[in-house]
């Protein structure tokens, strides 16, 4: 039996590897940066930690997009509404979620200032150490307790506008009907198929505009735009592509949790769906740094004199 010659193997593969990398101008390079960055920052155990201060942040943040949501609606459309949205990110947990929200609703009661603020500060603890992670990736200085827990405020904060917003947006397509507003062909705004494709990408382009603000802010440095919108862009269709083969997995019963862990398995999804965005999150962060790197060498290639540029391809 012939011996397999390991050397020519591997040079094959590098030439494989080479002309691949050259055909998507240098992406398939990127993506192996991203990966051995991945690999040394331990990014599998960073998104296990945060998938368990998630699960601890999950129902206090819920509770405090109610209290913010009472303010605008009253206590049963708000609840409902934050139930709709959390099902539509976690499809994992359903019954979980809406069954321990409302107890702890009927335990709790009406949600006072001092409650609102607890809230606050349980919630922002998987935003504390997601934005630690994002930092880290882009190797920049470490900031201390109290500014990453600021940062983490500020992100729930934000959230608390976007679900504000939500609700006026959702008020606003209430009462879209009782005006006449028509487009071009005549046709009502409400019934064209361009206002449904419009509010059916609406979650997305308010996911896309989160991780801009993370990937751009959380870092404890300068980033560029571009790569924070690519890196945005990636993280964004990963989130959506996931939750859709996940759902689709759950519907189908190849994934069934049950049978393994019985009462528990809800959670089990629960805790493994959030490790798999976080980690989904994690990537985007490397990604945008790798991109962030590649364009700061190039910056300061196109600084150099030109007869040194010469030099370099010569």
Same mark, same amino acid.
């Given at each position: 039996?012939?011996?397999?010659?390991?050397?020519? &193997?591997?040079?094959?593969?590098?030439?494989?590897?080479?002309?691949?990398?050259?055909?998507?101008?240098? =992406?398939?390079?990127? %993506?192996?940066?991203?990966?051995?960055?991945?690999?040394?920052?331990?990014?599998?155990?960073?998104?296990?930690?945060?998938?368990?201060?998630? %699960?601890?942040?999950?129902?206090?943040?819920?509770?405090?997009?109610?209290?913010?949501?009472?303010?605008?609606?009253?206590?049963?459309?708000?609840?409902?509404?934050?139930?709709?949205?959390?099902?539509?990110?976690?499809?994992?947990?359903?019954?979980?979620?809406?069954?321990?929200?409302?107890? +702890?609703?009927?335990?709790?009661?009406?949600?006072?200032?001092?409650?609102?603020?607890?809230?606050? /500060?349980?919630?922002?603890?998987?935003?504390?150490?997601?934005?630690?992670?994002?930092?880290?990736? *882009?190797?920049?200085?470490?900031?201390?307790?109290?500014?990453?827990?600021?940062?983490?405020?500020?992100?729930?904060?934000?959230?608390?506008?976007?679900?504000?917003?939500? &609700?006026?947006?959702?008020?606003? +397509?209430? %009462?879209?009907?009782?005006?006449?507003?028509?487009? =071009?062909?005549?046709?009502?705004?409400?019934?064209?198929?361009? /206002?449904?494709?419009?509010? *059916?990408?609406?979650? &997305?382009?308010?996911?896309?505009?989160?991780?801009?603000?993370?990937?751009?802010?959380?870092?404890?440095?300068?980033?560029?735009?571009?790569?924070?919108?690519?890196?945005?862009?990636?993280?964004?269709?990963? /989130?959506?592509?996931?939750?859709?083969?996940?759902? =689709?997995?759950?519907?189908?019963?190849?994934? *069934?949790?049950?049978?393994?862990?019985?009462?528990?398995?809800? +959670?089990?999804?629960?805790?493994? /769906?959030?490790?798999?965005?976080?980690? &989904?999150?994690?990537?985007?962060?490397?990604?945008?740094? +790798?991109?962030?790197?590649?364009?700061?060498?190039?910056?300061?290639?196109?600084?150099?004199?030109?007869?040194?540029?010469?030099?370099? %391809?010569?």
């Amino acid at each position: 039996m012939a011996k397999l010659d390991y050397s020519k &193997i591997m040079t094959k593969l590098r030439i494989a590897y080479r002309k691949l990398n050259r055909k998507s101008k240098g =992406w398939v390079r990127i %993506f192996r940066i991203v990966l051995d960055r991945l690999g040394k920052s331990q990014a599998t155990q960073a998104a296990a930690a945060m998938s368990y201060y998630a %699960f601890f942040s999950i129902f206090p943040l819920l509770l405090l997009l109610i209290g913010f949501g009472s303010f605008l609606l009253n206590n049963e459309e708000a609840y409902r509404k934050v139930i709709e949205i959390a099902t539509s990110i976690i499809p994992t947990a359903h019954s979980l979620i809406e069954a321990n929200l409302q107890q +702890v609703i009927e335990l709790r009661g009406a949600t006072g200032s001092i409650g609102v603020i607890g809230f606050l /500060w349980s919630s922002s603890s998987f935003f504390s150490i997601l934005t630690r992670n994002v930092n880290k990736a *882009q190797n920049a200085p470490r900031r201390n307790f109290f500014e990453d827990r600021a940062i983490a405020i500020g992100i729930v904060l934000l959230l608390a506008v976007m679900f504000a917003l939500s &609700i006026l947006s959702s008020t606003v +397509v209430t %009462f879209l009907p009782k005006f006449d507003i028509r487009l =071009w062909d005549g046709s009502l705004l409400q019934d064209s198929t361009l /206002w449904k494709y419009f509010l *059916q990408i609406l979650p &997305i382009i308010v996911s896309f505009i989160l991780f801009v603000v993370l990937y751009r802010y959380a870092p404890k440095k300068k980033v560029r735009m571009k790569g924070v919108l690519i890196a945005a862009a990636f993280t964004t269709i990963g /989130w959506q592509l996931a939750s859709k083969i996940f759902s =689709w997995l759950l519907n189908l019963g190849y994934i *069934q949790y049950e049978l393994i862990y019985g009462s528990l398995g809800t +959670v089990v999804a629960l805790m493994f /769906w959030i490790y798999l965005i976080s980690f &989904i999150t994690l990537i985007g962060a490397h990604l945008n740094a +790798v991109l962030e790197e590649q364009y700061v060498r190039r910056d300061v290639f196109n600084k150099r004199p030109d007869h040194y540029k010469i030099d370099q %391809f010569q």
